[in-house]
């Protein structure tokens, strides 16, 4: 079995900073891209930001700049340093993963349980 584990949402006020983090857990062969995702009351789940295996990085338009998306190989663990928080960032926050468990020779999405971000004054 793997499940991703999420960590460090929260309430914050604006112009303030969070950090969360995503421990892939289980029996696991490999991981290729990891990554962030998001979805706000009454919208669709959008992407944030996605790393390689790696390194390699993309962010959406709106959080270029503030966000910064990395990874822990050795602990099959992704992070996502947030600052400059705004109400607009405010959203369930969802961790992904795309990776092979032990034994197996496919490769599969899987998603955390997510993680509520609120900003707000």
């Known amino acids: 079995q793997v499940q991703l584990v999420e960590s460090g949402g929260g309430l914050v006020q604006p112009g303030g900073s969070l950090r969360l983090s995503c421990a892939a857990r289980?029996?696991?062969?490999?991981?290729?891209?990891m990554g962030w995702y998001r979805q706000a009351p009454g919208k669709e789940r959008e992407l944030v930001a996605t790393i390689t295996s790696g390194g390699s990085t993309n962010y959406a338009d709106s959080v270029k700049g503030r966000f910064t998306i990395s990874r822990d190989n050795a602990k099959n663990t992704v992070y996502l340093q947030m600052n400059s928080l705004k109400p607009d960032d405010t959203a369930v926050y969802y961790c992904n993963a795309n990776l092979r468990r032990r034994y197996s020779s496919v490769y599969t999405d899987y998603w955390g349980q997510g993680t509520q971000v609120t900003v707000s004054s």
């Open positions: 289980g029996s696991i062969f490999s991981i290729n891209d």
